[in-house]
Nanobody, 124 residues
Framework: QVQLVESGGGLVQAGGSLRLSCAAS????????MGWFRQTPGKEREFVAS????????RYTDSVKDRFTISRDNAKNTVYLQMNSLKPEDTAVYYCALASGGSVYSHPNEYGVWGQGTQVTVSS
């Protein structure tokens, strides 16, 4: 059973940057897509970014395009989310997730394993 552990969240001023990391246990990570989602109180979990097993394909929600970059290092079993030009509306708990297939996916139902989440707070 793969387990995911996020890190790198915190408090940052608007315009600043953070890099989230998600470390996975198990070799299955290397053949499966990964995603980042975020959630605020009272709202559904929102897709942020996804990356294919090889890292060759990525997908982003429109609101983070040109600001966030998803990447992965299969040798380290880790996926990253580099977040630049952060805005107060980016404030949320961020979750990484392991997909059931090797491609990029936007829907939470395509993901079978989730991390515990890390809080990102952007002050204005």
């Amino acid at each position: 059973q793969v387990q995911l552990v996020e890190s790198g969240g915190g408090l940052v001023q608007a315009g600043g940057s953070l890099r989230l990391s998600c470390a996975a246990s198990g070799r299955a990570f290397r053949s499966l897509g990964m995603g980042w989602f975020r959630q605020t109180p009272g709202k559904e979990r929102e897709f942020v970014a996804s990356i294919s097993w090889s890292g060759g394909s990525t997908r982003y929600t429109d609101s983070v395009k040109d600001r966030f970059t998803i990447s992965r290092d299969n040798a380290k079993n880790t996926v990253y989310l580099q977040m630049n030009s952060l805005k107060p509306e980016d404030t949320a708990v961020y979750y990484c997730a392991l997909a059931s297939g090797g491609s990029v996916y936007s829907h939470p139902n395509e993901y079978g394993v989730w991390g515990q989440g890390t809080q990102v707070t952007v002050s204005s």
